[in-house]
């Protein structure tokens, strides 16, 4: 007896001989305090061994961490054998601000930009209106920093569109205009039904956008705020995942055990349908996360662990 109870077939993507070689990203947040710089990585040095294919730092709403977002991307090169890619957004700021943060970047090394509208600086929600001679839309930004730039530019996809968008189809137009203006990879909104994520992928592709639209994982550490995240940013969340974590407000302990067992049901199903790459919301924690590239495979490099 060889296949895994449950309808967990690991062993399809255990790497060997034949196995489809599974690609993992990590996105982290900048630190506000020492205590959450130490977190943080704790949390880089323990996935740093997975290999990921990059690790992206994030940029605060109203570029609020732009000092923090640079300082951790820099750290992660110098201390770390990882590829880092910064995120950032247009907002608050004019075109030639920002294509000097582009600047700054490359001449720190960094090869690959996350290109993002970001949210107005009066909330999630509010009317969008560009900065006064800054960037129009996330297109738009990335047109900038490709004619400013020699840098891979991956940006955001919505496989229930962003709550701004009129349509699907609205949505789907602005990534085909991100495409057209550069970027080679998108990594989308976190979801919990796989369903929702491939009848995205068809349209995508119907649309004839041909870039990788990697599945962004939002491993549940805290279901609550998972939830808010969620209604912020347009994400559905299932009845059936609040009965998981129902009761459970006052037993972190099972509520990390379900919290692995619901990630590791989703990237599984996502493997068995032929997905190969996986970018990871790690919330700068690194246990449900390792755990999940654990399941997929993937086993710690002893040469960077060793580094
Ligand atoms: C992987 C990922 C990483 C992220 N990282 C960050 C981060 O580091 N910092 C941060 O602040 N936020 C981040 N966000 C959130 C993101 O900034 C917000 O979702 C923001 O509201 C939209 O940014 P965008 O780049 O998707 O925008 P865009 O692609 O420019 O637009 C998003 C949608 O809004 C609609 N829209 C845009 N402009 C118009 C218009 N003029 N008229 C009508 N509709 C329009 C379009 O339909 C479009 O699909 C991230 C999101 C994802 C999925």
Redesign the pocket.
Known sequence: MTTPPNNIRASRFVAGAGARRIRVSF?F?PPKTAEMESTLWDSINRLAPLAPSFV???????GSTRER?HATVKRILAETGLTPAA?????AATRDDIDAVVRAYCEAGVRHI???????PTG?GEP?APHPGGY??????VAGIRRSADVEV?????PE??????SVE??????A??VDAGATR?????FFENDLYFRYLDRVRARGIAIPIVP?ILPVQNFKQARGFAVR?GASVPDWLAERFDGLDDDPATRKLIAAAVAAEQVVDLVDRGVTDF?F?TMNRADLVFAICHLLGLRPDAKREAA
Do not use: W
């Open positions: 996105e947040f992206s730092v994030t940029y605060g709403a109203g977002t995120h950032l957004t247009c907002v996350v290109a993002l509208r970001g949210d107005p999630v969008y129009l839309n996330a297109a738009d930004l991956s940006v955001a996809a919505y569109k962003h709550p701004d968008s009129p609205a949505d789907i137009d602005m990534l205009a991100k998108a990594m989308t909104q976190f962004g940013c970018h919301y």
